[in-house]
């Protein structure tokens, strides 16, 4: 049978093709996601509505022409239903309007009813220079209203949620759902006017035929479905076509035996390649949850941090205050015996007080919220005030200490209140965790750095000890049993000022009893 193609019967077939591989290859990516299926439904019914048209303008046989009609009619009955679920789902307005898409399906479902009488369609026939087209029937005019309420209130409800979408990239994918819901019903819905003896050709017919290319540049930009792994299987399945259709060509057995080799590699090559594909989004799926996760945890800590700042912080002060207050005789002499437990309820109070300070500093310099008085400095000079400062508290406890300076330059960039205070809790934490022996700091310089250390004869380090020093709340196996106050905030407070300094500190230590060293670089000024 000689088919004459022209420009209508070729968009019906370029329109049946495309909405075919649209369908498959995102029904592929995911058969169980609901908007996967409904996307694949809707290509589908559109596709056999393409190629049942197709097929009954270009046939000479009459026979052909109503089977075709009957096939195509099945397939426009559902093409609104379907399209409507493929927009609800890909849009997440499924469940919000299921009602209303029931009350659609069960109204399609009776015109489907009505498809082989003459109610819907009474013959087909010539018309204009097609060899037939559809012959309305009494019920098709409210099939055609049925039709067009459906694409209607799909647009609506998408362009209602487009006025209210803040997100940039939602309102581009609601855009293109309203532009490709236009090109594919005004260019199918064309062919309504031959079928009520309205002598107007459907020339649109080509936006049909275009209505997938919109629909597929929708999917790859803006995501309505997992572009990578679509991409791949689209490139995947048309290297497939093209191998198949070389092999079924081939002029020799031979060219046919290397043809269907190459063909045999690349589906093995492209099952593989779909595979890892799949997995890698999976995996970034997983990794962008985990970053939600991680989100969520650091807006919970904020939080926390916020109300220990305003609430714990206040509350520990006020109890500071009012035992500072009685201690004064302000309000009457207090008894003797009374006065001991007052001067312990203020050195509980100091103690609660530097203990929530210290993990609030720990927190705001580990996640970058502390500010800083950046300016020119002495950094040997510093350390030497720190020192000085902590000295008498080693000696105290019987140990000796040392600081070692190098001549050179120390000048830094720095704010001098929280490097001070980063030096301190480095000395602090040799003192409380050496129980004998001897601490010895170090200062060197070189051109480009300045150098400080802190060795202790102390308790020592064990690498799963190594692994959680610096971070929020992380501490040494044994650290509670020397220092019973510690909060494991110190050393994060210490590495989030040093990173904010442009510089470098960590510990380094042969094991448990073998003492530690701790290290710090600053970038010389």
């Given at each position: 049978?000689?088919?004459?193609?022209d420009?209508f019967?070729?968009s019906?077939?370029?329109g049946?093709?495309?909405?075919?591989?649209?369908g498959f290859?995102?029904f592929?990516?995911n058969?169980?996601?609901l908007?996967?299926?409904?996307w694949l439904l809707?290509?589908?019914t559109?596709?056999i509505?393409?190629?049942?048209?197709?097929?009954?303008?270009?046939?000479?046989?009459?026979?052909?022409?109503?089977?075709s009609?009957?096939?195509?009619?099945?397939?426009?009955t559902l093409i609104?239903?379907f399209?409507?679920?493929?927009?609800?789902?890909i849009?997440?307005?499924y469940y919000k309007?299921?009602?209303?898409?029931?009350?659609?399906f069960i109204?399609?479902?009776?015109?489907?009813l009505m498809?082989?009488?003459?109610?819907?369609?009474?013959?087909?026939?010539?018309k204009?220079?097609?060899?037939?087209?559809?012959?309305a029937?009494?019920?098709?005019?409210?099939f055609?209203?049925f039709?067009?309420a459906?694409v209607?209130y799909?647009l609506?409800?998408?362009f209602?949620?487009?006025?209210?979408?803040?997100?940039?990239?939602?309102k581009?994918?609601l855009k293109?759902i309203i532009?490709?819901t236009i090109?594919?019903?005004?260019g199918?819905g064309?062919?309504f006017?031959l079928?009520?003896?309205?002598n107007?050709l459907?020339y649109?017919i080509i936006l049909f035929s275009i209505?997938p290319?919109v629909s597929g540049y929708a999917?790859?930009?803006y995501q309505?479905f997992?572009v990578k792994?679509?991409?791949?299987?689209?490139?995947?399945f048309i290297?497939?076509i093209?191998?198949?259709?070389?092999t079924?060509l081939?002029a020799?057995i031979y060219d046919?035996?290397?043809?269907s080799?190459f063909?045999?590699?690349?589906?093995?090559?492209?099952v593989?390649l779909?595979?890892s594909?799949?997995q890698?989004?999976?995996l970034r799926?997983?990794?962008?949850?985990i970053?939600l996760?991680?989100q969520?945890?650091?807006?919970?800590q904020?939080n926390l941090?916020r109300?220990?700042?305003?609430q714990v912080?206040?509350?520990?002060g006020?109890?500071?205050?009012?035992f500072?207050?009685l201690?004064?005789d302000?309000?009457g002499v207090m008894?003797?015996d009374?006065r001991f437990?007052?001067k312990k309820?203020l050195?509980?109070a100091n103690?609660?007080?530097?203990?929530?300070?210290?993990?609030?500093?720990g927190a705001?310099?580990e996640?970058?919220?502390l500010s800083?008085q950046m300016?020119?400095?002495?950094?040997?000079?510093?350390?030497e005030?720190?020192?000085e400062?902590?000295?008498?508290f080693a000696?105290?406890k019987?140990l000796?200490?040392?600081?070692?300076k190098?001549?050179?330059?120390?000048?830094v960039?720095?704010?001098?209140?929280?490097?001070?205070?980063?030096?301190?809790?480095l000395?602090d934490n040799?003192i409380?965790?050496?129980?004998?022996g001897?601490i010895?700091l170090?200062?060197?310089t070189?051109?480009?750095?300045?150098?400080f250390?802190?060795e202790?004869?102390?308790?020592g380090?064990?690498?799963?000890?190594?692994?959680?020093?610096?971070?929020s709340g992380?501490r040494?196996?044994d650290?509670l049993k020397?220092n019973?106050?510690?909060?494991?905030?110190?050393l994060?407070f210490v590495?989030?000022?040093?990173v904010a300094?442009?510089?470098k500190?960590w510990?380094?230590s042969s094991?448990?009893?073998k003492g530690?060293?701790?290290?710090?670089e600053?970038p010389k000024?």
């Amino acid at each position: 049978m000689n088919i004459d193609l022209d420009y209508f019967s070729i968009s019906l077939l370029i329109g049946g093709f495309s909405a075919l591989l649209s369908g498959f290859v995102v029904f592929i990516h995911n058969r169980r996601r609901l908007e996967n299926v409904a996307w694949l439904l809707s290509n589908i019914t559109s596709a056999i509505w393409s190629f049942g048209y197709f097929t009954m303008i270009t046939t000479t046989s009459h026979e052909v022409a109503t089977i075709s009609n009957y096939i195509l009619h099945f397939a426009a009955t559902l093409i609104p239903v379907f399209y409507l679920l493929s927009v609800l789902s890909i849009t997440g307005e499924y469940y919000k309007h299921k009602i209303q898409f029931l009350v659609t399906f069960i109204i399609g479902f009776i015109f489907l009813l009505m498809v082989p009488t003459k109610l819907f369609v009474k013959d087909v026939i010539p018309k204009a220079h097609f060899n037939f087209v559809p012959d309305a029937g009494l019920a098709y005019i409210w099939f055609t209203l049925f039709f067009f309420a459906v694409v209607a209130y799909t647009l609506y409800f998408v362009f209602k949620k487009y006025k209210v979408v803040n997100d940039q990239v939602q309102k581009a994918k609601l855009k293109y759902i309203i532009l490709f819901t236009i090109f594919g019903f005004s260019g199918g819905g064309s062919v309504f006017f031959l079928t009520f003896n309205i002598n107007i050709l459907p020339y649109p017919i080509i936006l049909f035929s275009i209505y997938p290319i919109v629909s597929g540049y929708a999917i790859f930009r803006y995501q309505l479905f997992d572009v990578k792994v679509i991409l791949t299987e689209l490139i995947v399945f048309i290297s497939w076509i093209v191998l198949l259709v070389r092999t079924l060509l081939s002029a020799s057995i031979y060219d046919a035996y290397i043809n269907s080799g190459f063909l045999l590699i690349m589906i093995v090559v492209g099952v593989f390649l779909i595979k890892s594909v799949i997995q890698e989004v999976k995996l970034r799926e997983e990794i962008q949850k985990i970053g939600l996760d991680l989100q969520k945890a650091n807006t919970a800590q904020a939080n926390l941090i916020r109300f220990m700042n305003h609430q714990v912080k206040g509350r520990l002060g006020n109890v500071k205050n009012i035992f500072a207050e009685l201690l004064t005789d302000d309000y009457g002499v207090m008894p003797e015996d009374s006065r001991f437990l007052l001067k312990k309820g203020l050195e509980e109070a100091n103690l609660g007080v530097d203990y929530v300070q210290n993990i609030l500093k720990g927190a705001s310099a580990e996640n970058g919220t502390l500010s800083y008085q950046m300016k020119e400095i002495d950094f040997g000079n510093l350390v030497e005030t720190v020192f000085e400062e902590q000295k008498s508290f080693a000696e105290e406890k019987g140990l000796k200490i040392d600081l070692n300076k190098n001549e050179g330059g120390y000048g830094v960039i720095a704010d001098s209140l929280h490097l001070s205070e980063a030096i301190k809790n480095l000395i602090d934490n040799s003192i409380h965790y050496t129980p004998e022996g001897s601490i010895n700091l170090k200062l060197e310089t070189t051109e480009e750095k300045v150098i400080f250390k802190i060795e202790d004869t102390g308790i020592g380090l064990s690498d799963n000890d190594k692994s959680k020093l610096f971070k929020s709340g992380g501490r040494g196996e044994d650290s509670l049993k020397i220092n019973v106050n510690s909060t494991g905030y110190g050393l994060a407070f210490v590495k989030g000022v040093i990173v904010a300094h442009k510089g470098k500190v960590w510990a380094e230590s042969s094991g448990k009893g073998k003492g530690s060293t701790f290290v710090i670089e600053l970038p010389k000024k």
